[in-house]
């Protein structure tokens, strides 16, 4: 039986570490929806893409999965490109329902399109740099470099969207274009360019955090939607819109889902009311739907919200 | 008694003051102006009146009854009527269907609410128009939904926010004789802001000003145009304006 | 009674819309006398249960402009309602439906009043999550049979009226084109109420709405709750018709956004709309599941195409076929 206080301290350094990489799938979203407020369904399609070309072309090109990384945001990037100029570009001028449709419509296409090229078998990477391996940095408490490496890129990730939207020319004028867009477009900033860098952004962001989590996490073409969910409750939790929210977010919500001493209660609490055969990891991304309904109803802004 | 009592009311935005403490009565067939140049604070003070804002500090009643805390349904349903600066309907709902929804305040019966609204069409010179879409309307006649709409649902008063905006001087001509017509013969009181003169000055018993959220004067119109205090506020600012935008030019 | 009179008054109709109604009426009667394959029937099954789902969310989708994902959860509820009183109690079909119904609106009422403080994105995404709620409870609940869902009994005894249990697909058929029909007269009959022209009020304009004295939160829970009747009925319909449910198939978003997907495919706030998007999509989903879902190396490509589908139509005619007809007509107007 271990200590309780080890117990906490695993859980507190794997929810932090997850909670960084829901972040970095996140990120994508909450930059798309800043800019132009539209919603993607899509997004964990993105992320599931992102997964495959890490996994693909790592064996294909003979190189670590690490490095496949910048070819996996590449992908992410083109397909944000694409999706914007061929599908999101008509959707805009269309009622919301629109968007949520095209954006579903594309969902099932892409995860299709998985499934029909790659089948359904879950797969995973199994060698590599970071595979396998792991660090004790205490009694109990091990790190895994594979979840190690993704948070630290997920950092690294959001001090590059930062620096790019806080610190560059391009960036003040995505700014400029998600406060007022046709302002923006009067003082000569296109909000097509824009638009579609938004989509690039988000596209790349996603699809790195696809080729970081397939080093831990199968990938297979159904993936998405549980990231897409985790998404929304993150970028609900943080604020529409709003990177630091994102951030933020994304590590509470990891913590919450990762902290076993919660769910022991829960499941004896549940266990009383006659549930029996809880499947526990599932379950606990109910609570992920749960928070995002409560932050809805309760602070519809969010966190760190400033659109709506 | 006063149908509409306004005490004390302010209103801020965070730091912004947009109503400072703004009071009058308005009395039963009364017809008064509310007038300010821009952003002095009389859409504002339109939103607290109708419960579309809640209050800083003050109270409103109307009727005799506190409608302070009221949401802005229940003021609607106790007789007060409103018009919006910017009419936008998306177009579901032909123009006889639009007026029907302010019949509905009233009944629930469908053939008593078209004859309602049929009636008010009528009554607004408009009734050929009721088959047609709102979007295929010009804006002169949408303006005349958007006043059966609240006709139908059988106000005391109504609080019409700039209806003369965007109309040329005949349309403005037929939509004070409406105004008139509306305040006679269906004897219902009006508050109307305009910062197109104009239209209060013509139809108004009383005018009050607005200037930074403050009221600065009342009185009838004729006085009131001579105050000091109210050339300076309001052609002050229309000779800047001017001048700013000569300097464009 | 005029809520009755509402119901049957269709003079607001064009004669070229009533024709074609009164034809498409006539073809789904005489449907099962027609020479036809038992795909074709169970095709028209689900095009008839799509319907009415469409017809049901597009009380509050569609007229009320609220977009709703998250009906899935109440096909859930009824169906399970219906599925559990029988295999636990012996309780008849048209005594537990009108329960699961209850439950249903019930539900609807108490996530209705927070979700409806919602709009727009927010709205939308926050019924997905409801409804993912349940289903993932329903997934870890014995009681209800887990994620493995519920095998309904043969009763035996056919043609059983009682546990609406039949050999042969016609009496389905006939059931669900009574409750078709009872359903478009509701929405005929909510389309000329007090409520229906309230909620188009709503949706064009919620501000004006508002100070026509409608309390615009407290419309949108009734229709949704109106919504929800027809959602859980056919819920519980097809817990009997299919004999099998479980959490995956009748709680999933993809149900939620198929249902919402026949409005706003056909016409989302129109009463045809429903039925249009249902006659395209379900005989075209069924049809290229059956062409193409089952050949080997081929998994996937129906729903591709699907995807392929739904994506252009949202990016070329937004408003859907009965938009197309309303564009060609205001320009005839012109």
């Known amino acids: ?308 | 008694m006063a149908l509409l009592a306004v005490n004390q009311v302010s209103k801020h935005f965070g730091g912004l003051v947009a109503n400072h403490e703004v009071s009058f009565d308005l009395y039963e067939g009364d017809v008064l102006g509310l007038i300010g140049p821009n952003g002095a604070g009389k859409t504002t003070l339109f939103n607290c009146i109708a419960g579309f804002y809640p209050l800083t500090h003050g109270s409103v009643t109307f009727g005799g009854k506190d409608i302070t805390n009221l949401k802005d349904f229940q003021i609607a349903r106790l007789g007060l009527a409103r018009t919006f600066q910017i009419f936008q309907a998306s177009g579901d709902l032909t123009v006889a269907e639009n007026v029907m929804v302010g019949s509905f305040m009233r009944t629930r019966s469908r053939s008593l609410a078209r004859k309602s609204a049929e009636g008010c069409l009528d009554f607004l010179g408009i009734a050929d128009t009721g088959g047609a879409m709102m979007t295929e309307l010009p804006v002169a006649a949408q303006k005349r939904v958007a006043l059966a709409t609240a006709l139908a649902s059988d106000p005391k008063l109504m609080l019409l926010d700039e209806v003369g905006a965007g109309l040329n001087p005949s349309e403005i001509e037929g939509l004070i004789e409406i105004l008139k017509r509306i305040h006679s013969e269906r004897s219902i009181s009006l508050l109307l802001t305009e910062h197109v003169l104009e239209m209060v000055m013509a139809m108004s018993h009383r005018v009050i000003v607005l200037e930074s959220g403050k009221k600065i004067a009342e009185g009838e119109p004729a006085e009131v145009v001579k105050d000091p205090e109210v050339v300076k506020a309001y052609l002050g600012d229309h000779f800047v304006k001017r001048r700013e935008e000569d300097g464009d030019a | 009674m005029e809520a009755v009179k509402n119901a049957f008054d269709f003079a607001d109709m064009p004669k070229s819309e009533l024709t074609i109604a009164g034809l498409g009426m006539a073809f789904l009667l005489l449907f099962p006398v027609l020479p036809h394959s038992s795909f074709a029937m169970a095709t028209m099954i689900q095009f008839l249960m799509f319907s009415l789902y469409g017809m049901g969310w597009n009380l509050i989708g569609g007229y009320g402009g609220q977009v709703d994902l998250g009906k899935a959860q109440y096909v859930g509820i009824g169906a399970y309602t219906t599925a559990v009183m029988m295999i636990r109690w012996d309780v008849p079909f048209w005594i537990s439906t009108p329960i699961g119904l209850a439950l249903a609106v019930g539900w609807s009422f108490i996530i209705g009043y927070p979700l409806f403080r919602l709009k727009g994105h927010y709205f939308a995404i926050a019924t997905i999550a409801t409804s993912l709620v349940l289903k993932d409870l329903f997934e870890v609940w014995d009681f209800v049979g887990g994620a493995r869902g519920l095998e309904l009994p043969l009763k035996g005894d056919f043609p059983n009226w009682l546990y609406l249990q039949f050999r042969e697909d016609y009496y389905y058929f006939y059931i669900l084109l009574g409750l078709f029909v009872l359903g478009l007269l509701v929405v005929n009959g909510f389309r000329h109420s007090r409520l229906g022209y309230q909620l188009r009020a709503i949706k064009d304009n919620e501000d004006v709405a508002k100070s026509l004295g409608i309390d615009a939160h407290w419309s949108k829970i009734k229709a949704y709750a109106l919504a929800t009747a027809y959602v859980a009925v056919v819920g519980s319909f097809h817990a009997c018709y299919n004999f099998n449910i479980e959490p995956e198939d009748i709680m999933s978003l993809d149900l939620s956004v198929l249902i919402a997907m026949m409005a706003m495919l056909g016409g989302a706030g129109s009463m045809w709309g429903p039925i249009i998007g249902a006659s395209i999509l379900v005989p075209m989903k069924s049809y290229l599941g059956d062409w193409l879902g089952g050949q080997a190396g081929l998994a996937g490509l129906d729903l591709l195409l699907y995807g392929g589908i739904i994506m252009f139509i949202a990016a070329a005619q937004p408003r859907g076929v009965y938009g197309i007809v309303e564009a060609v007509r205001a320009r005839r107007r012109k």
């Open chain 1, 1 to 308: 039986m271990e200590d309780l206080g080890i117990q906490v301290l695993k859980s507190v350094v794997s929810g932090l570490l997850m909670g960084l990489v829901f972040a970095l799938v996140a990120l994508g979203l909450t930059v798309i929806f800043g800019v132009m407020d539209i919603v993607n369904f899509a997004h964990g399609e993105f992320l599931m893409i992102g997964m495959y070309t890490t996994l693909l072309t790592s064996p294909l090109l003979g190189i670590d999965p690490v490095l496949t990384l910048p070819l996996a945001g590449l992908v992410g990037a083109a397909l944000g490109v694409l999706s914007y100029y061929g599908l999101i570009r008509f959707l805009l001028r269309g009622p919301m329902i629109a968007q949520l449709f095209g954006t579903f419509g594309l969902m099932l296409f892409l995860r299709n399109l998985a499934l029909l090229t790659m089948g359904s078998e879950p797969r995973i990477l199994h060698k590599g740099w970071l595979v396998g391996k792991s660090f004790i940095v205490g009694p109990g408490v091990v790190l895994e470099s594979t979840k190690l490496a993704a948070a630290v890129l997920s950092i690294v990730s959001f001090a590059l969207v930062w620096w790019l939207i806080n610190r560059t020319k391009v960036g003040r004028a995505l700014t400029a274009t998600s406060l007022d867009a046709e302002g923006a477009r009067y003082m000569g900033i296109s909000t097509q360019k824009m638009n579609a860098l938004a989509w690039a952004v988000g596209g790349a962001s996603v699809a790195i955090a696809g080729g970081l989590l397939v080093n831990f996490w199968p990938v297979e073409p159904g993936v998405g939607l549980l990231f897409t969910m985790i998404a929304f409750a993150t970028v609900a939790l943080g604020g529409f819109g709003s990177v630091r929210g994102a951030f933020v977010a994304g590590v509470l919500i990891g913590l919450i889902v990762n902290i076993p001493p919660i769910w022991d209660a829960m499941l004896r609490m549940i266990d009383a009311a006659g549930l029996a055969d809880l499947q526990i990891h599932s379950f606990k991304y109910t609570m992920v739907y749960a928070i995002y309904f409560l932050i809805m109803v309760i602070k519809p802004q969010g966190l760190f919200g400033w659109k709506q």
